[in-house]
């Protein structure tokens, strides 16, 4: 490509200096025609709100060609300048003036650079086309506005990027030197009526005699189009030295679901891992592939679930759908905080993405997204953020910052929180918590006026969490994980709960706001003032239809389990018969009885008739003669 580049502008350069009608009038000056029409130039040059030229800008005396493309939006100007040797790019945020100076060759970036100096060189032909060559467009402007005497150039129309095109030449006295100015306009018919200059050329000289120019500079002006709108990009992995940075203000995650889709292109490996957070629930959940991606903490290589329940303190961590174990929140990884005197607090979700304390700096705008970039001083990297127009992160990559090797990429693909295979009820959880202590902590609960139909109509999970708000609100704090329900049906129909209440565990939580460990009572204790409310009728069980509405369902009595009532359990598509049912043992026994009593009878019956042909036999032998 680079290559390509250096052909095409040394065959420009060749073909422009040798068209005799391309080189500069300097004699006409001192002998101008005495045919030539002598005018001033009065055009007027209009360019659009947005627009994109591209060009060229040749030092003559130094043998040097630049192309250049300019680029105005709403928000950036953008001067880009080409050689063979060299990529440059000047950035102007047209908000605050700020200016940015990208060397691409070199790959580095000033964020507080100079503006670009397209024409001569420091204050040269400041006194014909002004102070301002940072752009093709301010030149043109200065020279528009000049109104010198002229001469156009009778019979000579030029083809400049397939626009005719006449030549208007101004001999100019400077201060110390003399200047000629060719210009070559656009016909005001060649163009929708709209006069534009196509050329500019400028030559300095010591006299109008003189055929030898001291400095010699000229621009071409190519084509005009409509930004593409990523023009002010600066190139992945630089960052701008002496930019003005500030801290973000990154659009709120409270409930929020996606996968997260990791690129170690170091290594060439890509990792998926799920994601669930809720402010409102106070968790977090990483479920996946390599959950370090996310949290940056330590867990084996077996791990694949990982819940992090910052109202109770708890880290619950799973594998394959068994759980391993039960810890206290941990006080090192990415969604955590820890407030003085050791409180945990859960991190904002955005913060859990990216680091909280880099300061940002923006780069650029495009039709739906918004960069920053940041250095990180402490990894030695390069941050590129890329964010929605309201804030919202969409996806991230990082640069070694000495190499400007893209490391680590990241691409957010967001899911509905509703939808998210991780929205799980506390008791899928309960095996976590539950230290194995046995006690009989099970409990049937009859619902009255409730059958099988009912509970198809609300589902489980939300019988459970009614159970749970119930006991909460109207007996004691009890930590969800404590509290599992089932159902049965009895012979009549009717629909009962199963209520279990794990003991508490040994396990103490981290410090939270909110929960206090030392308030758990012990299951038998609790099950004590449920039966109380039961009985007198204080306790119902609110729960939540599919429909949206809430149902009241009202406890008859409780009773421990299991007991001597007959009892059909239901899970799925089984039915398991309770195997303490009086009337089942009794068919049980009589035939065992009955079949027992048979088997001896027999067994008896056999020996007595075997002891009565043995005797028989030993008479027999003893009445027989013996041979002499």
């Known amino acids: 490509m680079q290559f390509q580049l250096l052909l095409i502008i040394l065959v420009a350069f060749k073909l422009v200096s040798c068209l005799p009608n391309k080189t500069p009038k300097v004699t006409m000056c001192s002998f101008p025609p005495p045919e030539e029409e002598i005018q001033e130039w009065n055009r007027k040059i209009m360019f659009p709100k947005e627009y994109k030229i591209s060009g060229s800008v040749t030092d003559w005396n130094g043998k040097a060609t630049w192309i250049v493309t300019e680029t105005r939006t709403k928000d950036f100007r953008v001067v880009e300048r080409t050689s063979n040797r060299n990529e440059e790019k000047w950035i102007e945020d047209l908000s605050n ?10 790959g580095t970036c000033d964020g507080r650079a100079r503006k670009a100096n397209l024409f001569g060189r420091s204050s040269e032909f400041k006194e014909i086309i002004g102070s301002d060559t940072s752009s093709m467009t301010s030149i043109i402007n200065s020279i528009s506005l000049l109104k010198p005497f002229g001469f156009i150039v009778k019979d000579r129309v030029e083809v400049i990027g397939g626009i005719d095109s006449k030549v208007w030449i101004s001999c100019l006295n400077g201060s110390d030197s003399k200047y000629v100015l060719e210009i070559r306009f656009s016909d005001e018919e060649s163009v929708s009526g709209v006069s534009a200059i196509l050329s500019i050329r400028i030559a300095e000289l010591k006299s109008f005699e003189s055929t030898v120019s001291i400095n010699h500079w000229s621009m071409e002006v190519d084509r005009l189009e409509t930004p593409k709108g990523d023009e002010a990009v600066v190139n992945d992995g630089v960052f701008c030295s002496h930019d ?11 409930e929020y679901a996606a996968v997260l889709h990791y690129r170690n292109h170091k290594e060439k490996t890509s990792q998926s891992t799920e994601i669930l957070y809720s402010k409102s629930r106070e968790l977090f959940i990483v479920s996946g592939e390599s959950p370090m991606n996310v949290l940056n903490g330590m867990y084996l290589p077996r791990i694949d679930y990982i819940l992090h329940d910052f109202k ?11 759980c391993e174990q039960l810890f206290p929140l941990p006080e090192n990884t990415r969604d955590t905080i820890v407030q003085s005197p050791g409180y945990v607090l859960q991190s904002p979700m955005e913060y859990i993405l990216i680091p909280s304390f880099l300061t940002w700096n923006k780069y650029g705008i495009g039709e739906e997204y918004v960069e920053y970039r940041s250095q990180d001083f ?8 890329r964010l929605t127009p309201d804030m919202e992160i969409i996806s991230y990559k990082m640069f070694d910052s000495d190499s400007i090797r893209l490391l680590f990429s990241l691409e957010i693909q967001r899911i509905q929180v509703e939808k998210s295979k991780l929205n799980i009820s506390p008791t899928q959880l309960s095996s976590c ?6 006690g009989n902590n099970t409990w049937i609960v009859p619902i009255r006026n409730k059958i099988l139909n009912d509970m198809n109509r609300v589902g489980l999970k939300r019988v459970n969490d009614a159970v749970v708000k119930s006991i909460n609100e109207t007996i004691h704090r009890v930590i969800p994980y404590r509290i599992v329900v089932f159902y049965v049906e009895n012979e009549m129909n009717q629909l009962s709960l199963i209520i ?9 939580p981290a ?29 119902t069980f609110e729960v939540e239809n599919i429909d949206g509405d809430t149902e009241s369902w009202i406890p008859e009595s409780m009773t421990r389990f299991p007991h001597s009532t007959k009892v059909t359990i239901l899970t799925s598509s089984y039915r398991v018969i309770s195997p303490f049912d009086f009337k089942t043992i009794l068919l049980l026994i009589v035939p065992s009885l009955f079949f027992g009593f048979s088997i001896g009878g027999a067994i008896v019956y056999f020996f007595i008739r075997r002891s009565k042909k043995g005797i028989l036999f030993s008479n027999i032998n003893l009445s027989l003669p013996t041979k002499c």
């Open 378 to 385: 402490v990894n030695n990297v390069i941050w590129q953020l």
């Open 244 to 254: 003005k940075s500030s801290f973000l203000q990154l659009k709120p995650l409270d």
């Open 500 to 508: 279990r209440i794990i003991e508490k565990t040994v396990t103490e």
């Open 312 to 322: 109770h303190g708890y880290e619950m961590t799973m594998s394959q759908g068994a």
């Open 97 to 106: 003036g700020d200016q940015k100076y990208i060397n691409s060759t070199e």
């Open 511 to 539: 410090m939270t706001h909110g929960y206090d460990y030392t308030n758990e009572l012990p299951a038998n204790e609790l099950f004590g003032l449920i039966y109380s409310e039961i009985y007198v009728g204080n306790m």
């Open 433 to 438: 918590y539950d230290d194995g202590q046995m």
